[in-house]
């Protein structure tokens, strides 16, 4: 996770163009990755989720699904 450049990314385009960000994390949890300081990490997430629209999914990856499913053993 490079902070810095998140925060650079989210700053550069707040109110001027579009941006789409997945994560297996969520927003709120932003500040226990990132060793930038806590204020600045809260600021970013405002910026970031001030017009988003924000889609959560429940179910497993299909990255993962894959991994899976492709190394079970034969019988």
């Known amino acids: 996770f490079r902070s810095e450049g ?6 550069t385009t707040y109110n001027s163009t579009s941006v789409a960000i997945t994560s297996n994390y969520h927003p709120a949890s932003f500040d226990e990755i ?5 204020a600045q990490v809260l600021a970013a997430i405002d910026r970031l989720l001030h017009h988003a629209y924000v889609i959560q ?6 990255r993962f699904i894959d991994a899976t499913t492709h190394n079970q053993p034969e019988e």
Do not use: M
């Open 6 to 11: 998140f925060l650079r990314l989210i700053n």
């Open 34 to 38: 990132t060793p930038i300081k806590h």
């Open 57 to 62: 999914t429940q179910n497993e990856s299909q």
